[in-house]
């Protein structure tokens, strides 16, 4: 049998998935109705900490067109929702529930629930549910004492403890010791569509439906139909089209909860669509970290040791990520560099403020900018020019596989390929970085403020530990691929279409590709931790490898020639030595196997692995500060990203870009802030500034595939999130040069108002 | 009709850019809405007796393009562009932002920096109150509650009154921090008839006699300038809010005033 050939992986093909987004066909949660559905509304805390004396929904109750109110007692039956991620001893008392049962610890918890007959009336009766509460103080800081959080239990869930090597003695014997403190604010994934949940029981088959999952529908699926006390085979997830997921949405929240339980007990469908508000006070934040770290370094600039103490702003509760934030902070904090003898202590505190999960980059965003500040810092200290010294301690190409010695989300960490230098001189070279510096020293000897920041990372992709797929062909030749991965709009079903295009011998865009349908596959770990194109498209390409073997197998019987002289060319199976010879297409075997024992022409395949992938990369900012209202603007941006094998270098391109729009909220705009009564401050969007085209800059991005992954055949690497993990970290190098203040920046996000204290600074 | 609905907290709605968040906030709850689009006699447009007369139901879009030559149609068209988002303009109204008056409104900045005539109507009868005495606080008018905001008069500006205008916000689109509006005349090399005025700042925009006392009668030099901008630093009594305190305010004042009186001189 003829080897395939790479017809589509690696091409920039157009993506499958555009005709119904462009043509309005789009079916987003909010699209979706039933007939007869209830509207549910939630009543939310008014208060960051609060003891629950009374619900009052008399009122609420007795609004016309109100079906039901829920207060914590009816849904006592329902278990706190549990960790997906990052389970450690311990962590079970701080799980939240449905509702609010005795105190509230958040503005926006949800303390009742609303079932009306439009979403109107739901959200007038929610206003009428009165909470009586005595107040609380809260805490609104992470730095500050733990607290009690309930009776016996401190407001510090956990300490992650990750390190190697004799820090200690690396510090005693170190030529230099650079120390920092370091914050990230509070912010997180906004996707343009909300939440939106729609949850009907079909009694006739007894099966509990929920429309608009995403990301994990078979982790959701297997935990609510626990928690309600279903069969798994009684409840299905269907995931629609997902405007954005960014790691907050599809994961299990309270909402969730509601409308399933509601669907069942009030036998009606229940539909919930979050507004933005809610939105920004009730979704996942993430992020916000204070570290204290310090650096032991010879006087070459060598790093001996690297101490980390860290303190991770939970939130009010621990949600499904329990301490993954964390965790992934303390391991991926090394990143591209020998570090001899490295010490982490994450400690995990809750606030009253919203909970916290993962948002793209989860952990590298923080830990990146907490690194490469460092090593600015280091090169400061040392006069050693930054970018020699990063070269000083890299990893060489010669070190891969290169063993950390620290884990995490259950793998240890094996960086499996990566030419670190060889990348830093292609984005110096493509950055024509002397010449540029050049430039930037004219224009600030004609008093700009303006410079440019060069920073290191090191990504994690593609964790296991398995995934499925299934290929089928059927009588007409038409291709089928179903996986148990997640949709949030990044192209899924293009790139997994492409690699079946190549491994099986048909085009691309004939594949249908099904995804997030808990009833058409029985398993699937969905979309996160940039896992989707190297696991799902890895058991795609054993499944598809099958069905291709299969089918020339078949073939050579019916053509009555040799299997090796074969090969399947665009559906058909062709003779490699007469190419317009006799020929038979896939159809025709499927339909000469329909009656066959193995069910026709298809195939099952996992692909499992131990290890996740580490792609890496270099990000460069050139910014321009305005002197007078310290405004920053970033006047061009370079990600250059080596991926190990492309799939579709136009979608890589396009989640790199995305990123770093996202870096760049970040870094300079998105901030949740809280008065000190712990009333959110930012619940719109005038007041939560996205980045928009405006504040865009012209991102340049260097897709390079020198260190394919050992771990997978296609030496396949993930694309999600390396354009935000190192955005933090440029700007603030691009802006303290810009500055010629080294070290000016410690804190994210760099608003206008703080930039304007520094600048103050400077002028005494 | 609002004369009968006013006392029952009905409510105009013109654009309803900023009427309609705020109900969707359920911050507003008026019982009745008063819905104007559609007379024509507000859609009016034109120059009358020396000043640009600006109908309740003219759109911001309407002033993309000059709606008229000289010095004001391009100050109001250089503006107009500072003004939120395109589809924002579509609706929006100029009177409709006078109403509201949002302490960072740019068209409240150039009403009291230009010196409007707001022409208030209801069963009562009808009045002018001149821009000066309309604006009383945070989004707080002269106007009662059965007044109409029928019509804004803006005095056409001479041939040779020169004008600069420089706002700050975070995004392209996003309320002003602070800005200024300048216009000035020069004749003989010296400042005559500076205007400059600051919004975003402070409760309200208003003229900022210390920084006009510091340019009229001198010649725009860049210690004038700065000067200038210096005394509406100092003169205002600024807002604080999540995105700046007094300091960073004053900064902002400071730098919009020099940059649009830049503008001016240039």
Redesign the interface.
Known sequence: MAQPKQKFVGRSVLRLEDRPLLTGAGRFAADISFPGQLHMRVVRSAHAHARILAVHTADAAALPGVHAIWTAADVAHIPPIDFRLTKLVGLEPYRQRALATDRLRYVGEPVAAVFAESAYVA?DAA?LVQVEVEELAPVLDALQEPQAFADGLRSEPAVVRKGFGDVDAAFRKAHTVVELDLTVGRHSGVPMETRGLIARHDRTRDVLELYGAAKVPHWNRAQIARMLGRALESVQLYEGHVGGGFGVRGELYPEDLLVCAAALKLARPVKWIEDR?EHLLATNHSRQQSHRVRAAVDADGRILAIDDEFFTDQGAYLRTHAATVTDLTAAMLPGPYRVPAYRAVGHVRLTNKTPCGTYRAPGRFESTFVRERLVDAIATRLDIDPIELRRRNLITAAEMPYLRTLGTLGTEIELDSGDYAGLLDKTMAHLDWPALQRRLAQRRAADELVGAGLVMFVEKTGLGPRDLARVSVDGDGAVEVVTGAASVGQGVETVIAQICADALGVDYAGIRVVHGQTDRIAFGMGAFASRVTVMTGEATRIAAAKVRARAVEVAAELLQAPPDLLDVVDGRVVRTDAPEGPSISLGEIARTLAASPDGGLCAESWFQTDHMNYPYGVHAAVVAI?R????VTVECYLVAYDIGKAVNPMLVEGQLVGGVLQGLGGSL?EEF?YDERGEP??V?F??Y?L??A??APPVDVLISEDAPSPLNPLGLKGAGEGGASAVGAAVAAAIDAALGMPGAVTALPV???KM??ILRQETL | MLGEYAAEDGRILAGGQSLVPTMA??LAKPAHLIDINGIAALEKLNVENGSLSIGACVRHAAFHRPALAGPLGALLTTVVHHIAHYPIRLRGTFCGSLAHADPASEWCLVAATVGADITAISTRGTRTIAAADFFAGIMTTALAEDELLARVNLPVLSRDTRFGFCE?S??????AIAMTLATLRLEGGAIVDPRVGVGGAEAFPRRIPEAEAALAGRAPNEAVLRAAADAAAHAIDPLED????AA?RR??V??MT??ALARACA
């Not at chain 1, 007078?628 to 405004?631: H, K, L, M, R, Y």
Request: positive net charge.
């Open positions: 959200e206003e508000r305005d007078g209202t310290g405004a705009y802030r401050l930012c719109t005038a007041d500034l980045p928009t405006r504040e608003t206008p108002r304007r204290e | 906030f359920r700050f975070r995004r392209a689109g996003d309320y999540i995105q700046a305190d960073y900064d902002l400071r730098a020099r940059r």
